[in-house]
DNA sequence: AAATATTTTGCATTAATTAGCAATATAAAC
DNA sequence: GTTTATATTGCTAATTAATGCAAAATATTT
C-alpha cells in the first residue's frame, strides 16, 4: 500500500468515526504504529487532522469543543420565543430559573403585562427589567449553584399559589424516566410548581430528549405542554407526542 | 476514548446540565474519578468550566450581572471595608440592597461563615457567590426600581426573624429628621429590618450626612452604628456621635 | 464533634512518543 | 541496467503522557 493511499485510508476513517486510534490503524492496514504516527503528523502539519496523544480527531471536531458562552443559545432562543406566545396578558406564571429561562425573560415583549413569580435571582432580575411586568419573588434559602430559592418556606409559599402556567427550563427528559434532574432540592421546588399550576410547559433543547438523570421530578403525565427548537412534526417529538404532551 | 474527546463529551455534559458531578462523569465514561478530576481541573484552568467540590458548573451560567457605573464608588468602598471588620463568623445579618451594600458584599472575605437575609436581588446575588455564606432571600412583589422584595409578606417574614446585625445603605440622615427615605414600600421594609435586629449599622457616604427626604424610616435613637468614608474624629461626625451612634 | 465525601499527593503501571539507526524500497543519474 | 541518492519503514531504547491506586489532607454534612 503506498503511502498516499494510506494517508488517504486514514483521511477516510477520521472523517468517519471522527476520531482514529494508531494501534487500531496500525492493525487493520498493517504497518507499524510509527508509521501511522508519521502519517498523522503530516496530516496535522498540513491541517487535515487533529493529532492528540493516541491518535487524532477529525478537525469538525473542534467546532463544537471550542464554544461560546451560553451553549446552544441560538435553539435556546428559538425554544424562548415559541414560548412567549403562550403568554397573555394578565396571566400569573410560574417560572424556574435556567438559561432558557433567562433567554424567554429577555424576549418578552414591553407591553405584555402580566405577574411572574420565580425563585430564581438571575430570572427574577430579568422579568424586574420589564416595565409593565410584576414580579413576586419566592424567597427562602438560595441555593448557590442554581441561584434558586429551595427548602420548606419556599415550597409551602408555592403551594399557597394558584398559576396559570408553569415555565420549567428541564434538565432531563426522557419517554421511560419521565422528567429528571440532578439536585434534590430543586427537584423538591420544581415539583411544587408543578402541582400548583394549572398547566406546565417545559422548556428544552432538543439534546435533552432522551437523556435522564438521578432524580425524578415526574412523569411526562403530569405535565403538558414540551417545547423545543424542533418542528412540531419532528420523528423525535412523536413519543412525547404520544405520550400526550402538547408540542410547540 | 481519546482524552480530547472525553473532555468534549465533559464539557458538553456541562453545558448540557449546567452541572455535573465528577462521579456521574466517572460512572458514564468508565474512567476513574481521578482522571474526571484531572480534566475538570484542565478544563477550568483554561477557562471552559468552573470547577467546584464534586464536580462543576457551566461558565456562562452565572454571569448576569454586569458592574455598571457606580457614583462614588471608591467612598462606597471604603465605607464597605469598614463594614468587613463588624461581622463575625456566625452571624445572622439581615442586609437591605442599594451599591454600598453590594460593594461590601464583594469585599466579604472568602473564609467567613454567616448567613445572610435579605431582600435585595442584587445584593442575594452577589452573596451567593462566597463559598461559606448562607444566602436567604425575603421573597415578595419585587419593586423595580430598587430591585427588591416589599409588602406585607416579606415584612412578615422579616418580622419573625431575630437577626444580629442589620446593615442598610441609607439615603438621607440627619440629626433632626432622623433616618429618611423616598419610597413608602421601602420604608416598611427598612423600618421591620431594624426592628428585628438587636443591632444596627448605617451605611452611608458622607454626602448623605445632613440631608432628609420625605418618608421616615426611624429616629437616629433607634439604629446604633453609622459608617462613613470619614475620619472617626471629623467633626461632620459630631452631632451623629453626640446623639448616641457608635461612629466608625 | 463525628461521620462522609472529595481532593490532593506521591507512586506504580501501562501506553504512547521521540529519536537514532539499519534495512529496504523508490527514484534519478549515469 | 547499474549505481547513487533519497525516502520510507520498522526497530530499539529512552522519554514522556495518561491513568489508576492508596493514604493523607480537606471539605462537607449530620
Redesign the interface.
Known sequence: MLKKERQAYILHQVSLHN?V?STDLSNSINVSEDTIRRDLNELAETGKV?K????A?SKS?NS??L?S????VDNKKIVAQKTVSLIKDGMFILTGG??TI?ELARLLPETLKATFLT?S??A?????QH?NI?????????A????I?VGGE?IS?IKAIKADLCLLGV??IDTAYGITD??WDVVQVKKAMIEASTQTALLSIS??LN?H??IKICDLADVDILITELDKQDTILEPFSKAGLTIF
Chains 1, 2 share one sequence.
Open positions: 476520531s486510534l487533529i492528540v496523544h493516541g491518535g480527531l471536531f463544537f469543543y464554544r458562552d451560553v451553549y446552544n435556567g438559561t433567562i425563585g435571582i438571575p427574577a432580575y430579568e422579568y424586574a416595565p410584576e414580579v413576586i419573588f419566592i424567597g427562602d434559602k438560595i448557590k449553584k442554581s441561584q430559592a419556599a409559599k434538565n432531563a440532578n439536585d439534546e435533552k437523556t438523570q438521578r
